[in-house]
Protein backbone atom coordinates (compact mmCIF):
# COMPACT_ATOMS: atom_id res chain seq x y z
CA UNK A 1 0.00 0.00 0.00
CA UNK A 2 1.05 3.75 -0.42
CA UNK A 3 2.70 5.40 2.58
CA UNK A 4 3.97 8.36 2.65
CA UNK A 5 6.10 9.64 5.89
CA UNK A 6 7.66 13.74 6.24
CA UNK A 7 10.28 14.43 8.43
CA UNK A 8 12.50 16.96 8.92
CA UNK A 9 9.49 19.67 10.77
CA UNK A 10 10.39 22.07 13.77
CA UNK A 11 11.13 25.39 15.44
CA UNK A 12 13.11 27.65 13.41
CA UNK A 13 13.71 31.62 13.16
CA UNK A 14 12.57 33.70 11.37
CA UNK A 15 15.41 33.34 8.31
CA UNK A 16 16.37 30.47 8.90
CA UNK A 17 16.10 27.26 7.12
CA UNK A 18 14.61 23.99 7.12
CA UNK A 19 14.91 20.79 4.77
CA UNK A 20 11.48 18.85 5.08
CA UNK A 21 11.66 14.93 3.60
CA UNK A 22 8.96 12.33 2.67
CA UNK A 23 9.66 8.89 2.36
CA UNK A 24 7.64 7.01 0.23
CA UNK A 25 6.22 3.38 -0.74
CA UNK A 26 4.42 1.17 -2.05
CA UNK A 27 4.14 2.43 -5.58
CA UNK A 28 6.93 3.38 -8.63
CA UNK A 29 8.18 6.26 -7.21
CA UNK A 30 10.06 8.09 -10.17
CA UNK A 31 7.52 8.03 -12.59
CA UNK A 32 4.94 9.45 -10.34
CA UNK A 33 4.57 13.21 -9.98
CA UNK A 34 4.71 14.33 -6.19
CA UNK A 35 3.48 17.71 -3.85
CA UNK A 36 4.38 19.53 -1.16
CA UNK A 37 0.61 21.05 0.41
CA UNK A 38 0.67 22.72 3.72
CA UNK A 39 -2.12 23.88 5.99
CA UNK A 40 -2.10 26.62 8.48
CA UNK A 41 -4.43 27.28 11.63
CA UNK A 42 -7.94 27.73 10.23
CA UNK A 43 -6.65 27.96 7.08
CA UNK A 44 -7.76 25.99 3.91
CA UNK A 45 -4.23 22.81 2.68
CA UNK A 46 -2.41 24.59 -0.01
CA UNK A 47 -0.06 23.64 -2.72
CA UNK A 48 4.16 24.41 -2.06
CA UNK A 49 5.63 22.71 -4.46
CA UNK A 50 5.26 20.06 -7.25
CA UNK A 51 7.22 18.06 -8.86
CA UNK A 52 6.92 15.41 -12.22
CA UNK A 53 8.51 12.40 -12.77
CA UNK A 54 10.55 14.30 -14.86
CA UNK A 55 12.00 16.89 -12.43
CA UNK A 56 9.82 19.63 -13.51
CA UNK A 57 8.49 22.28 -10.53
CA UNK A 58 6.14 24.52 -9.63
CA UNK A 59 5.76 26.42 -6.77
CA UNK A 60 3.11 28.79 -5.05
CA UNK A 61 4.11 32.43 -5.90
CA UNK A 62 4.84 32.50 -2.28
CA UNK A 63 7.37 30.58 -1.95
CA UNK A 64 9.03 30.80 -5.31
CA UNK A 65 13.03 31.97 -4.60
CA UNK A 66 12.72 30.79 -1.25
CA UNK A 67 11.56 26.99 -1.37
CA UNK A 68 13.16 24.07 -3.60
CA UNK A 69 11.20 20.86 -4.32
CA UNK A 70 13.90 18.10 -5.18
CA UNK A 71 13.81 14.51 -5.34
CA UNK A 72 16.12 11.54 -5.07
CA UNK A 73 14.59 8.34 -6.90
CA UNK A 74 16.99 5.67 -5.93
CA UNK A 75 15.55 6.32 -2.32
CA UNK A 76 12.01 7.31 -2.97
CA UNK A 77 12.81 10.83 -1.67
CA UNK A 78 11.17 14.19 -2.18
CA UNK A 79 12.72 16.99 -0.26
CA UNK A 80 11.53 20.34 0.36
CA UNK A 81 14.60 23.25 1.06
CA UNK A 82 13.00 26.05 2.82
CA UNK A 83 15.29 29.02 3.17
CA UNK A 84 14.50 32.20 4.40
CA UNK A 85 11.52 31.47 6.40
CA UNK A 86 8.86 33.61 7.49
CA UNK A 87 6.20 33.58 10.41
CA UNK A 88 3.68 33.00 7.80
CA UNK A 89 5.00 30.00 6.38
CA UNK A 90 3.85 28.69 9.99
CA UNK A 91 2.28 25.23 9.08
CA UNK A 92 2.03 21.50 9.07
CA UNK A 93 3.48 20.11 5.93
CA UNK A 94 2.10 17.28 4.18
CA UNK A 95 3.92 15.38 1.20
CA UNK A 96 1.73 13.87 -1.72
CA UNK A 97 0.89 11.72 -4.25
CA UNK A 98 -1.70 10.80 -6.97
CA UNK A 99 -2.06 6.96 -8.05
CA UNK A 100 -4.86 5.65 -10.03
CA UNK A 101 -7.39 8.42 -8.90
CA UNK A 102 -6.45 8.60 -5.61
CA UNK A 103 -4.38 11.22 -3.67
CA UNK A 104 -2.53 10.05 -0.66
CA UNK A 105 -1.20 12.00 1.99
CA UNK A 106 1.38 11.66 4.75
CA UNK A 107 0.90 12.37 8.30
CA UNK A 108 2.36 15.92 7.89
CA UNK A 109 5.42 17.36 9.68
CA UNK A 110 5.09 20.68 12.17
CA UNK A 111 6.86 23.58 11.09
CA UNK A 112 7.05 26.59 13.32
CA UNK A 113 8.68 29.96 12.48
CA UNK A 114 8.92 32.14 15.33
CA UNK A 115 11.67 34.28 17.10
Known amino acids: QVQLVESGGGLVQPGGSLRLSCAASGFIFSIYAMGWYRQAPGKQRELVAG???????NYADSVKGRFTISRDNAKNTVYLQMNSLKPDDTAVYYCTVRRAGNDYWGQGTQVTVSS
Open 51 to 57: ITGGDRT
